[in-house]
């Protein structure tokens, strides 16, 4: 599903239940160790999904540790990102001499649960969403806003190295396209030797789901 939303050079894995035979690395074990059911689930179904895209890129078999903010730490040459949620789990790779940095999330399409738009919505995205209602793709506006914010976070985390806040991103919404975009509203870190100003993706839905992705090829920062 997600390699419809992809550029040429990364590659995908993506699976919609929790094999009962998947094993974590040591290092990974002992990151979720304490983990309830659920949580331990979404972790290792991951890191499957991982290691399949590793195996699509000729990568051998390598853990994937959280970092301190829970951001993938990948194997030295590869950038990627991972996703789950409730009947989803997947990740993208690439190899960094191709791309710089990968962003993905995956929600459920529903609608977000009360309280939540009023914490991630900007005035003006409160806009966007009263015009994105009226259109028929029949798509939850509200929850693509946040997935597509989750995927700025995933993309822009590896090159500022610090947190985004849901109020630091601008995004629009092309519902024809299936494309959006995020404007930064607090400086961004360099990339090659420019600033990143912002962030184009793509985003698709079907089967209960909404899926986006940001892809920053090597050599041309992003906004």
Known sequence: MIEAILPAGVVSAELFDDPVDAVLFPEE????????????????????CARRAMAALGVPAAPVVPGPRGEPRWPAGIVGSMTHCAGY???????????????????????????VLDVIARPEEHGLLRELRGHP???????????????????WFPLAGRWLGFEEASLSIDPDA???????????????GREVTG??????????????????????PAG
């Open 178 to 192: 299936g494309a959006f975009s995020a404007r930064l509203l607090v400086p961004g870190p360099r990339v090659a």
């Open 29 to 48: 074990e002992q990151a979720v160790e304490l983990a309830v059911d659920k949580r331990r689930r979404e972790f290792t179904t991951a890191r499957v």
């Open 89 to 115: 789990r997947g990740a993208v790779l690439a190899r960094a001499a191709e791309v710089t940095a990968i962003g993905i999330d995956a929600e459920p399409d529903q609608e977000l649960p009360e309280g």
């Open 199 to 220: 962030f184009t993706g793509r985003w698709t839905a079907g089967d209960g789901l909404i899926l986006t992705a940001i892809v920053i090829p090597a050599g041309h």
């Open 137 to 155: 793709a029949g798509v939850s506006w509200e929850r693509l806003l946040f997935c597509a914010k989750e995927a700025v976070y995933k993309a």
